[in-house]
C-alpha cells in the first residue's frame, strides 16, 4: 500500500480512532482526524495527521471531508462512557451516523460495532440477556443497533463495512497483529482484545477489503 493512502477517522478522539490512527500512521498512510472539539484534542496534531473539526451526524460536513480519501471510519461515540446516564441520547445518533458517511462519497465507509447485539449461543442478541447486559444500557444498545439496521437496508449502497469487537476490549493489551473473525455470533465474554489489534483488522479491510456491506465480529 502506497502512502498516498488517506484514510478519514471520524472519533479519532476516542481509544478506538486513537488507536485507528496510530496504525494507519505506522503503515505510511496520511490521516485525516476529525473531531468535535478541536481545542480538547490538539495533541492529536501530527506528521501526517490533519486534525479538523466535524460532527459524524453532519452529511454536509462528512461530503466536504470525504474526497481524496480511500477509506473512512466511524469510530465516534455520543457518551464517553455509561457513567454520564442516556437522558440525552438521540436514538437516531447512529442512523444519522450511517446517513452521513453512506452519503459522503467515500468509497469504503467502515463502523466500529457493538457487542450488545452479536448474537448468543441461543441465537439472541446479547442485549437481550439481563444477566450478560445491564437494562440501564438499553438505550445505548438500541441506538447502534439502529445504525445496523439502517446500513444492512441501504440500497444502493457503498462498500460498508462493520467491524464489532467482544465487550472486554482492553486499551492496555499491547498490539499482536493477529486477530480472527466471525459472523453475527459474540465470542466468549473472557476472550481478551485490544484496541490496537481492533485497529489492525479495521486497517486491513481498508487496504484489502475481505467482507463487504455486511457486519462482521472480530476478536
Known amino acids: 500500500m502506497t ?20 496504525e494507519a500512521r505506522a503503515r ?17 496534531a ?8 466535524g460532527d459524524v451526524t453532519d452529511a454536509g460536513r462528512m461530503a466536504e471531508l470525504a474526497p481524496g480519501h480511500a477509506a473512512a471510519v466511524h469510530a ?3 457518551f464517553s462512557g455509561p457513567e454520564q446516564g442516556f437522558a440525552g441520547l438521540d436514538p437516531e445518533f447512529f ?9 459522503s462519497g467515500v468509497p469504503r465507509p467502515l463502523f466500529i460495532g457493538l457487542a450488545a447485539n452479536l448474537l448468543d ?8 440477556d439481563p444477566s450478560r447486559f445491564p437494562a440501564f ?13 439502517r446500513l444492512r437496508a441501504a440500497d444502493p449502497a457503498p462498500d460498508w463495512l462493520m467491524l464489532t469487537p467482544p465487550a472486554g476490549l482492553d486499551a492496555t493489551l499491547p498490539r499482536t497483529g493477529r486477530y ?4 453475527d455470533t459474540a465470542p466468549p465474554d473472557d476472550v481478551p482484545f485490544s484496541y490496537a489489534d481492533l485497529a489492525v483488522a479495521v486497517l486491513d479491510e481498508a487496504e484489502r477489503p475481505r467482507h463487504h456491506r455486511t457486519r462482521i465480529s472480530v476478536f
Open 3 to 22: 502512502t498516498d493512502f488517506s484514510i478519514l477517522v471520524v472519533g479519532a478522539g476516542g481509544r478506538a480512532g486513537r488507536a485507528v490512527t496510530a
Open 28 to 44: 505510511g498512510h496520511q490521516v485525516t482526524a476529525v473531531v468535535r472539539d478541536l481545542g480538547r484534542h490538539r495533541h492529536l
Open 46 to 53: 501530527a506528521d501526517g495527521v490533519e486534525l479538523v473539526a
Open 76 to 78: 465516534v461515540s455520543p
Open 95 to 103: 442512523v444519522k451516523a450511517a446517513d452521513a458517511l453512506l452519503g
Open 121 to 128: 449461543a441461543t441465537g439472541r442478541p446479547v442485549m437481550e
Open 137 to 149: 444500557i438499553l438505550p445505548f444498545a438500541r441506538a447502534h443497533t439502529a445504525g445496523l439496521d
Open 180 to 183: 480472527r473473525t466471525g459472523g
